[in-house]
């Protein structure tokens, strides 16, 4: 596709429910970052995956968030037993092989996770 | 660890003027430096980035910014407003070390009178 698409844009969890979020980068990048931005927050880092492989998950704030992607290309975030806290927009990026560091990262709009 | 402070949550300024905002990284490496801009409800957008090329760097939309090692700075200016520009900014550092993960600071949100 054009851009990262990000689905869905809005989502609404009653506490306690499983949600799963889905990112599918631009084709052929093979960097994926998830990031989790509060509200009046900036983004903060939450995993990355190059090809299929989790390199980085030092971000996930507990054993509720889980990431995969299983196949290099799309991904899923999921977050178990969602609590209030979680409420934040959710943002995906990709970016093409590059010198590392200059890569330009391609953010999708989002998805806004509101926990009830 | 890298870091990023980002000087006022809020900034206004009349269209016209000129928009300067302020962004201050700590990095053990030279930095790769991003400024992102984000419209309500939008993901973000790369306005202009550093990779140790020339430390005057143009970016979309007027908007230029400087780096200078000696502050650790890394300032977004464009010399006029216009309505368009009231956003939210975001500068970012790239962690070279991990991957290419950035890290944001918490953004300063532009409002421009007319």
């Known amino acids: 596709g054009a851009g990262v698409s990000q689905s869905p844009r809005y989502k609404v969890a009653k506490r306690g429910q499983d949600v799963a979020l889905r990112c599918d980068p631009i084709s052929g990048h093979v960097s994926l970052f998830w990031y989790q931005q509060a509200l009046g927050q900036g983004p903060e880092f939450l995993t990355y995956?190059?090809?299929?492989?989790?390199?980085?998950k030092s971000g996930l704030p507990s054993d509720r968030f889980f990431a995969e992607r299983p196949e290099g290309s799309v991904s899923t975030l999921k977050i178990q037993r969602t609590q209030q806290e979680d409420s934040a927009v959710y943002l995906c990026a990709s970016s093409s092989p590059g010198e590392r560091g200059n890569t330009e990262a391609f953010f999708g709009q989002g998805t806004r996770l509101t926990v009830v | 660890a890298q870091s990023v402070t980002q000087l006022g949550s809020h900034v206004s300024v009349s269209e016209g003027a000129l928009v300067l905002l302020r962004c201050n990284y700590s990095s053990s490496v030279p930095p790769y430096l991003f400024w992102y801009v984000q419209y309500p409800n939008q993901g973000l957008q790369l306005l202009l980035k550093?990779?140790?090329?020339?430390?005057l760097v143009k970016g979309i939309n007027g908007f230029e910014a400087e780096f200078k090692k000696s502050e650790t700075s890394f300032h977004l200016t464009k010399p006029s407003a216009h309505m368009s520009d009231a956003a939210e900014y975001f500068c970012?550092?790239?962690?070279?070390?991990?991957?290419?993960?950035?890290?944001f600071g918490g953004g300063t949100r532009v409002l421009v009178k007319p």
């Open positions: 995956f190059q090809n299929e492989a989790q390199l980085d």
């Open positions: 970012a550092v790239s962690d070279r070390a991990a991957g290419n993960k950035l890290t």
């Open positions: 550093y990779t140790s090329a020339a430390t």
